[in-house]
């Protein structure tokens, strides 16, 4: 099946420093991928949608600015939380959906600790 | 987004009964429900899906039920595992919109 690897799984950063997740689609195309912020005990909260190609859409709320999306490629889309701040911590999921296909595939995450 | 930041609701079972978690949908449009199960740490792994012409649909050990009257969507586990421990999320899709439930933490007492 489809496999989305996340890399890294794991990051801690000092306050004010930027991070990059990255998320690639393995053995198939993804037009569309999808990023998630996860909090202790609760589900995912959608941050943005990038499109390979063209600009991100944010969900209501989400800084732009401050969470860079980029999806340069049909395999590859990145993350960037810039100025991290300790508030910024979180669990990351990305996910990614196949070409004409419903399914849609998650990463198994980016644990950011900002300290 | 439909999302959610509530806390999740949980449930226990005994090892070896079986396991019904609910979710109710938002909108009627929904063409295609999943199931996901997340384990600490991890992202969400798909369990079982179900297309809205459909009202059941049996995996290994799971099986999803689909009410679209009531818009509700159940997943039930067999005899369940330890193994089984996690949080349960259900996802309905609108074309390309995707939007998660609140899940239910599942606990497994051996």
């Known amino acids: 099946g489809a496999v989305v690897s996340q890399h890294p799984s794991r990051v801690i950063c000092k306050s004010g420093t930027s991070v990059k997740i990255e998320c690639r689609s393995l053995d198939f195309q993804a037009t569309t991928m999808f990023w998630y912020r996860q909090f202790p005990k609760q589900s995912l909260m959608l941050m943005a949608t990038s499109n390979e190609g063209s600009k991100a859409t944010y969900e209501q709320g989400v800084e732009k600015d401050k969470f860079l999306i980029n999806h340069a490629s049909l395999t590859l889309s990145t993350l960037t939380v810039t100025s991290a701040h300790p508030e910024d911590s979180s669990f990351y999921i990305c996910?990614?959906?196949?070409?004409?296909?419903?399914?849609?595939?998650f990463g198994s995450g980016t644990r950011l600790t900002v300290v | 987004g439909e999302n959610v930041g509530l806390h999740l609701p949980t449930l226990s079972v005994q090892e070896g009964d079986n396991s019904i978690i609910n979710c109710a949908y938002s909108?009627?449009?929904?063409?295609?429900f999943i199931w996901y199960k997340q384990e600490s740490g991890k992202g969400p792994q798909f369990i079982i899906d179900i297309r809205s012409n459909m009202d059941k649909r049996q995996g290994q050990r799971v099986t999803v039920l689909l009410n679209k009257t009531v818009k509700h969507l159940s997943l039930q586990i067999a005899a369940t595992q330890p193994g089984d421990s996690a949080v349960y999320f259900c996802a309905e899709t609108i074309g390309n919109q995707f939007y998660f439930g609140t899940g239910t933490s599942l606990t497994v007492i051996p």
């Open positions: 909108n009627s449009a929904s063409d295609y």
């Open positions: 996910s990614a959906r196949e070409w004409e296909n419903y399914g849609y595939t």
